[in-house]
């Protein structure tokens, strides 16, 4: 997954300022960060014929490992909608988001046949029930990896030590991130498809693209027990692909330009506001969704 990277760099080229401060009121519940949640895996199970990892889809993930002489996808169907996630094929092992919700999903290990085929080389079938809708989007995955010894948990551990509540986390995440992390334009011209972000590596590097503002944001926050969604799509009226979140908090967060609703989703998006524009945050009117992580 990439975006637009080249027209959105000129559009961010374009702002003047940053946002980044906009501590704004918060309210809610006391703060207390519960225990990481993380996405372990099961070794029997990928050791298996199939590779695929079913033994905690109730906790919104699936994992694969397979090893084979050819490009390998790994693809995750519910209902009508598909997701292909590129499998390394040395057997290094994957976490996939069931971001359909609960319902009837197959996994299959799609192998490279010739040019742009695949073809299954291992399927599975399951149903799921989640334990709760926030599941797939308070632990790591393919998109957001992290870990217990991982960066971005010890930095988000350090911005909401003395936070209050959920909103005056979120807001001292978002502040960071869009203070701290500059548009790599040189990235955006360069980047190949199948990019996959590293939260760390961009906390440590302060540069990235959409996916990197997108995959840090979401480890941070999730890391703190706050549901985060990575989603990709398009942005009017330029077209462009791009990375954003949705976050969904006990409680609210209001600045003087937007607010962030108490017990529902709102959309943030650092990587805008990094370049000045705060107009977009909470505004869907002009993001059309396409894919969830």
């Not at 926030?134 to 998109?143: A, E, S």
């Not at 978002?174 to 590596?201: F, H, I, L, M, R």
């Amino acid at each position: 997954m990439v975006c637009g990277f080249a027209l959105l760099a000129s559009l961010l080229a374009l702002t003047l300022t940053s946002c980044g401060g906009d501590k704004g009121e918060s309210t809610g519940p006391a703060f207390a960060r519960p225990a990481l949640a993380l996405s372990p895996l099961n070794p029997t199970a990928l050791n298996s014929s199939s590779g695929i990892d079913t033994t905690s889809l109730s906790s919104g993930y699936v994992g694969v490992s397979y090893t084979s002489g050819s490009r390998l996808k790994f693809q995750v169907i519910c209902g009508d909608s598909t997701y292909n996630y590129d499998l390394p094929n040395d057997g290094t092992p994957i976490v996939c988001p069931l971001s359909m919700g609960s319902g009837t999903y197959t996994f299959n290990v799609m192998q490279n046949t010739s040019g742009n085929r695949y073809a299954s080389a291992s399927s599975v079938t399951r149903s799921v029930q989640l334990a709760d809708e926030f599941q797939p989007y308070i632990r790591p995955d393919v998109f957001c990896n992290y870990n217990e010894a991982s960066t971005v948990v010890a930095k988000a551990n350090e911005l909401t030590a003395s936070a209050k509540n959920q909103g005056e986390a979120l807001s001292n995440i978002y502040n960071y991130v869009v203070s701290n992390v500059k548009y790599d334009k040189q990235k955006a011209a360069t980047v190949a498809d199948g990019y996959v972000p590293n939260p760390d590596s961009t906390l440590a590097s302060g540069t990235g693209i959409c996916f990197d503002y997108a995959s840090l944001t979401a480890a941070m926050l999730r890391s703190q027990g706050i549901p985060c969604k990575i989603v990709t799509g398009y942005v009017s009226p330029d077209n462009i692909y791009h990375a954003w979140n949705m976050v969904y908090i006990n409680g609210s967060w209001k600045t003087v330009k937007f607010t962030v609703n108490p017990n529902t989703w709102t959309r943030i998006d650092t990587t805008f506001a990094a370049g000045g524009d705060k107009s977009t945050v909470g505004d869907g009117s002009n993001y059309a969704e396409r894919y969830t992580y």
